[in-house]
């Protein structure tokens, strides 16, 4: 067996046996997960979503750790009622719609809404994540897969969920020396209509494993270039402002690295996500010159942190926006992984914990498509026989 970590063991460290790549055998392991291997990291992709399911690497004292949420078997992801979009490619538009209306050329184009329902919405006030059955609902195909890489595919049908036209893309992971790369490709065949994807992964850089706090509110970050964020409403639907992050704010994270938790003890922290939420949920933007090489060590989107572990992760990426999330809507209620955990003292409940974690989405400016005062149709609209969209994000993990 490749991926098992020793399930409810006592033992005082996990076994040692994930990262060690066995023979390539070119089919899923008996929990319907692709595995793949790099030097010091290895990771398992289901076909749910294109999600990763597992991302292993040692921690500072050389113990495996498994620092994304997930589940433990390919057939749950279609059994789980709260779909939290787990580590999967939200599409074909990631994030919010308002309204769940767009114009193109001028003519009005009304999806699926699947958020906020009320008395007169029943379905939702807006669409969230591409719909009700999104992207991130669907099983894609493995188009490929190697030792170190997988690729799956999508075709996202005309009128799907109510977009226009027909989308085809491909999903690329692979890893390296301490790298998980993703490259998202998608493709407008029949008629204009928006993309927009990003990864939805769900961070916890101790996997779980602190034995002091099961919370990722330790964990520091670091934004560079994000001194601006998209304002939203109180249901987190963009407003049109751009706003800025004064030095030392609830949302500054450019000026140095700071603990999330600290943020929490900031003015402005409650409502910040929204009506009646206290943490973060929101869309910085990445303001680097233009003309960048987004690979060059300058070009960081974000840097985040666990001291515990020691596991930094070290975000690049050709997108220019990103949004976080502390995983305010946590509730206690979704198990961890049997990767994941305390293992020798029931410290902590075995479930994920509000604040327990961190996602990062590598994306464009959230409902730019409604916004063309922002001047992000060219990385936001396609059409038949343009430019094809392309998202590229590396993730270099250290010890640091
Ligand atoms: C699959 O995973 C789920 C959740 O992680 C777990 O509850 C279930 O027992 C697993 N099923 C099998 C057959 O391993
Ligand atoms: C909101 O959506 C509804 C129903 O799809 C539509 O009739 C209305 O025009 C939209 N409002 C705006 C401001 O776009
Ligand atoms: C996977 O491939 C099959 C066979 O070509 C196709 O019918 C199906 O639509 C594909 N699935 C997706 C999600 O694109
Ligand atoms: C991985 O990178 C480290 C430092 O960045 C280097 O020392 C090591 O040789 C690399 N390993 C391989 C197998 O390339
Ligand atoms: C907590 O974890 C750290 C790091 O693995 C370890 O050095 C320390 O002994 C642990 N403390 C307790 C009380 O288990
Ligand atoms: C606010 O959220 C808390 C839980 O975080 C909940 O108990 C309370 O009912 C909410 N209040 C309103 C007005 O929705």
């Keep these: 067996m490749r991926s098992h970590l020793l399930l409810g063991a006592t033992a005082l460290l996990l076994p040692s046996v994930t990262l060690a790549a066995e023979a390539f055998t070119g089919s899923p392991d008996p929990d319907g997960k692709y595995w793949i291997h790099g030097e010091g990291i290895a990771a398992a992709f289901v076909p749910y979503g294109a999600s ?31 779909h939290p979009h787990f580590g999967g490619v939200p599409g074909r538009y990631a994030n919010r719609i308002k309204n769940s209306t767009f114009k193109i050329d001028g003519e009005s184009y009304h999806i699926i809404p699947n958020e906020n329902p009320t008395e007169s919405h029943p379905q939702g006030l807006n669409t969230l994540h591409g719909g009700p059955d999104g992207w991130d609902w669907r099983d894609f195909n493995v188009t490929a897969y190697t030792a170190n890489s997988i690729t799956f595919s999508i075709v996202d049908p005309d009128g799907k969920e109510g977009f226009p036209g027909e989308v085809v893309s491909y999903i690329t992971y692979s890893l390296g020396n301490l790298t998980w790369d993703a490259t998202m490709i998608a493709i407008a065949t ?17 996997g779980f494993a602190n034995n002091q706090t099961n919370l990722a509110l330790d964990h520091e970050l670091w934004m560079p270039y994000s001194g ?38 900031q003015e402005g922290i409650e409502g910040n996500c929204g009506f009646n939420c206290t943490g973060y949920d929101n869309c910085w933007l990445v303001n680097r010159p233009q003309a960048h090489n987004w690979r060059s060590p300058d070009s960081l989107v974000a840097r985040l942190h666990s001291p515990w572990s020691g596991i930094q992760l070290d975000i690049f990426s050709n997108q220019e926006a990103f949004q976080m999330y502390s995983c305010n809507f946590q509730d206690g209620t979704m198990a961890l992984k049997s990767t994941q955990g305390l293992f020798d003292e029931p410290k902590f409940p075995r479930t994920i914990p509000k604040y327990g974690c961190v996602v990062l989405e590598v994306q464009d400016y959230i409902d730019g498509i409604n916004h063309p005062e922002w001047g992000r149709q060219s990385k936001q ?7 094809p969209y392309v998202l590229q994000v590396r993730h270099k993990f250290s010890i640091a």
């Design 52 to 82: 990763i399911s597992n991302l292993i690497i040692n921690d500072q004292y050389g113990i495996e750790r498994d620092i994304v949420t997930g589940f433990d078997n390919a057939s749950y992801y279609h059994i789980d009622k709260q």
């Design 190 to 206: 029949t008629k204009k209509t928006p993309i927009m994807l990003s990864s939805h992964t769900y961070w916890n850089l101790d």
């Design 228 to 265: 601006q964020r998209v304002a939203v409403d109180n249901i987190l639907i963009p407003t049109g402002e751009i706003l800025s992050n004064p030095e030392g704010s609830v949302n500054d994270f450019w000026s140095k690295p700071k603990r999330i938790g600290d943020g929490f003890k």
């Design 381 to 387: 609209i396609f059409e038949p026989a343009g430019d």
